[in-house]
């Protein structure tokens, strides 16, 4: 006959109705023991490896989604300042078309102010070459810096054409444009 500390999980009364008193004593206590510890054959929690082997997976995970993510970050500040700059030469064609000159950024009623990425300016200027507006988007922290100018040139009839150009700085900086093309 079996030990009770060896019996099978389940049992039945009938297998241990012969059975002497001390067994039957050792076989409750192996149900208490049972009871209180699940009697599982197998293990209930992590080990440290299975959790460190989670821990690197995740750091790899983290350490390739987090550059990514920053990218698109800027990604999105980038494309607020060319969408406002472009804004701003528009609306400069416009002012221009009703008032024969630019005006500044207040002039516009665009309501377009400073953000937490750029600061925006735009500045018209009358020169010996003509009329323009430089505006500017300055980033505050760690973007590309955006320019944009309009100009007007007299057209090969004769009229007057505007002109627009929207330049693109390196990290941290804004273009500075002089004439009608992007430095370099």
């Known amino acids: 006959m079996k030990t009770p500390l060896n019996m099978p999980l389940v049992h039945k009364f009938s297998d241990y109705r012969n059975t002497t008193k001390p067994e039957v004593i050792l076989l409750l206590k192996s149900f208490v023991r049972c009871s209180i510890a699940r009697c599982s054959k197998t293990p209930l929690g992590f080990t440290l490896l299975e959790l460190l082997v989670v821990i690197a997976i995740l750091s790899l995970l983290a350490a ?47 309501g377009i102010s400073n953000s937490n990425n750029y600061s925006y ?50 990290d941290n900086s804004t273009p500075t444009i002089s004439g009608t093309t992007c430095p370099n």
Request: hydrophobic share 35%.
């Open 121 to 170: 300016d735009s500045n018209p200027s009358i020169s010996a070459t003509g009329s323009s507006a430089l505006t500017t988007a300055t980033p505050i922290s760690g973007a590309r810096g955006y320019a944009g100018k309009v100009w007007l040139a007299p057209g090969i009839s004769g009229d007057v054409t505007s002109y627009t150009l929207l330049c693109e700085g390196l």
């Open 64 to 110: 390739i989604a987090i550059p990514s993510f920053l990218r698109q970050t800027n990604r999105a500040r980038e494309a607020e300042a060319k969408t406002y700059v472009g804004a701003i030469n528009r609306a400069q064609q416009s002012y221009f078309t009703e008032n024969w000159k630019f005006g500044s950024l207040a002039d516009l009623e665009m």
